[in-house]
């Protein structure tokens, strides 16, 4: 094979398939699945997840964790469009709603793919299994600079909870 096939193949290989397929950047459409309430297990409790559908360049969501029938903590996050793919800014509260994060930080989980019920971000993938279940996996450094996954097993539910 010549060098000027190797390095086509090489370029080609490195180009997102959006680029490649002649559609647009990613949007907010390709996580619209995303958009409604979730229940379930994760970090060793109750987890319940809600995202909005998209309006006004954002979905916006909020989280809890619930252990032995008390708040461990809440998360409010919103997902929007940014350069060409999509971001997620979180920030965590106290049950009293102290923030964990200074005034002006947020976690910020950056863009890496998409496909269909899937989005990849640095340490987070949100997974559609079907229409009623989402797997989340999340990667935290530990305190000792180990990276656990932690997996979160989610169902659709009504806002009444069931």
Known sequence: M??????????????P???LSGTSAVSLKDAAWLAGAWQGEGLGGYVAEVWTPARGGAMMGSFRLIRDDQVVFYEIFTLVEHEG???????????????????????TF???????????????????????ALRIDLRLRQSDGTVKTELFHLRRMSLDGH
Do not use: C, N, Y
């Open 17 to 19: 398939s959006a680029a």
């Open 110 to 132: 950056s863009f890496e793919s998409v496909e269909p019920g899937v989005l990849r971000f640095k340490s987070l993938v949100f997974q559609r299994v079907d229409d009623d």
């Open 85 to 107: 793919g999509l971001q997620l800014r979180l920030k965590h509260f106290e049950p009293d709603l102290v923030a964990w994060e200074e005034r002006e930080k947020v976690v």
């Open 2 to 15: 010549t060098h000027s096939k190797i390095w086509l193949l090489l370029v080609t290989l490195m180009v």
